[in-house]
Nanobody, 114 residues
């Protein structure tokens, strides 16, 4: 079992920045990849970014050049640095861990609005 707890969401103006954090606990040694997903109202959940144990990263086209995923293995934490935020980035952001199955955090709300 893997437990994931996200933090760092909030309200920000367009063009602003936020950093999301996701702390993993439990069966962390079984984790081989972690990532961030988001779900806007009325839309399906979509992948935003992921990072493997080997530090390989992938990004959705809509966030390339603006978002950066990173991990701190000593803290069992994955981060999502979000810059140049746009209103269309508004969503609930979920942390996910792949460890035989996919584990999900509870989500954190990000609202981009003036």
């Amino acid at each position: 079992q893997v437990q994931l707890v996200e933090s760092g969401g909030g309200l920000v103006q367009p063009g602003g920045s936020l950093r999301l954090s996701c702390v993993a606990s439990g069966g962390i040694f079984s984790i081989n990849a972690m990532g961030w997903y988001r779900q806007a109202p009325g839309k399906q959940r979509e992948a935003v970014a992921d990072i493997t144990f080997g530090e390989s990263t992938n990004y959705a086209d809509s966030v390339k050049g603006r978002f950066t995923i990173s991990r701190d293995n000593a803290k069992n934490t994955v981060y999502l640095q979000m810059n140049s935020l746009k209103p269309e980035d508004t969503a609930v952001y979920y942390c996910a861990a792949k460890a035989g199955q996919i584990y999900w955090g509870q989500g954190t709300q990000v609202t981009v609005s003036s």
